[in-house]
């Protein structure tokens, strides 16, 4: 009898007339969207229709320290987050499409990750996309000042060593600039370098870390050969070659897609890898240390790249460069004039 019972409510259910279905389904998602997920925390992605905002909010979803992931951008975004919102991970997804809706993707959020912009194509530096990225991240900026003030922003938008700038300028505009909570990305110069020293020495990458200091373009980007862990030594002509492919590790894959896109899927790694660290470090984890773009005074300038460690409130600790040795020396030289003139334009953008 009860077999019965539950054969004819099996039936039941899988001959719903197409109305009840509709009502079903429409039921069913608007439950799942008013539940807000697993306990963690609250991550927006600005851009996340993109080449690098797809992947990375696809990883997002994955992580089970986010609860809420919203995903906004000016076009595509209601389409990522149909495809998302079907993963089945702890993470609800929702999609906001365009400026009007930016203070709704903002509001109430932990954690706010940027990859908006346009990215490089060949020929292009760094300082191409100044002009267009800057407005964009400026516009960005002002949404997170108004609608989540004490959230901690990840800044992947090039060119990083300017767009912070801009960012903190726009902050202090606002009266909400906090330089523990403005992160600038650099990770993915510390997995690159990570991979192609660990190529060199033949190990496992993942068991390799190489600090990465300076800034996140070009000559800006100095990798601490001397501070490699495990301990190594190289060669004159390997910390040459290493230094510039980990220089121009962007430039790489630039040329190698021909026209079709820059570092999106290792920059979406990276990303991630770093948003991890922050979420870590927002539930209270101890001794979590990453290497970010962020207000400093290690050196002369206003913003630098070094370790620091993440905690509650951002980067709450922010360690200084540690033995360098003569070849590191000249490059910080190098790094910090080209660093100088990229932060001063990213401050004049705002001040002019």
Do not use: W
Request: hydrophobic content about 45%; proline content about 5%.
């Amino acid at each position: 009898m009860e077999a019965n019972q539950r054969i004819a409510r099996i039936a039941a259910h899988l001959q719903l007339s197409n109305l009840q279905m509709e009502e079903s389904s429409a039921l069913r998602i608007a439950e799942c969207r008013a539940k807000g997920g697993s306990p963690g925390f609250k991550v927006a992605i600005l851009g996340a229709a993109g080449g690098i905002g797809q992947p990375l909010a696809m990883l997002m979803k994955m992580n089970p320290l986010v609860s809420v992931l919203h995903l906004y951008d000016v076009v595509n975004s209601p389409g990522v987050t149909a495809d998302l919102s079907h993963m089945d991970t702890g993470a609800v997804v929702r999609g906001f499409l365009g400026q009007q809706q930016l203070e709704s993707a903002l509001t109430g959020m932990d954690l706010v990750i940027i990859p908006a912009g346009v990215p490089r194509k060949p020929g292009m530096t760094r300082d191409d996309l100044f002009n267009i990225n800057a407005g964009i991240v400026k516009t960005l900026c002002e949404g997170v000042a108004k609608s989540c003030p004490n959230a901690i922003v990840n800044l992947i938008s090039n060119p990083v060593n300017s767009t912070v700038p801009i960012a903190a300028e726009v902050f202090k505009k606002a009266g909400t600039y906090d330089p523990k909570r403005l992160l600038g990305v650099t990770t993915l110069d510390v997995v690159r370098a990570n991979t192609f020293v660990a190529e060199v020495l033949g190990l496992d990458p993942r068991e390799v870390i190489v600090p990465v200091v300076g800034g996140h373009a070009g000559v800006t980007i100095l990798p601490l050969l001397s501070q490699v862990k495990p301990p190594s030594s190289f060669t004159p002509e390997e910390t040459e070659y290493l230094t510039n492919r980990i220089q121009n590790g962007g430039t790489e894959v630039v040329e190698a897609k021909a026209g079709a896109g820059s570092a999106t899927l290792s920059m979406a790694y990276a990303a991630v890898k770093f948003a991890d660290a922050c979420l870590r470090g927002l539930r209270g984890d101890a001794g979590i240390v990453e290497c970010a773009f962020v207000a400093s005074q290690v050196t002369e300038l206003p913003f630098f790249a070094t370790k620091v460690r993440l905690g509650r409130t951002g980067a709450e600790e922010v360690f200084q460069l540690g033995p360098l040795n003569e070849y590191e020396r000249v490059g910080l030289e190098k790094a910090k004039k080209e660093l100088a003139g990229s932060i001063q334009k990213g401050v004049a953008f705002i001040n002019k």
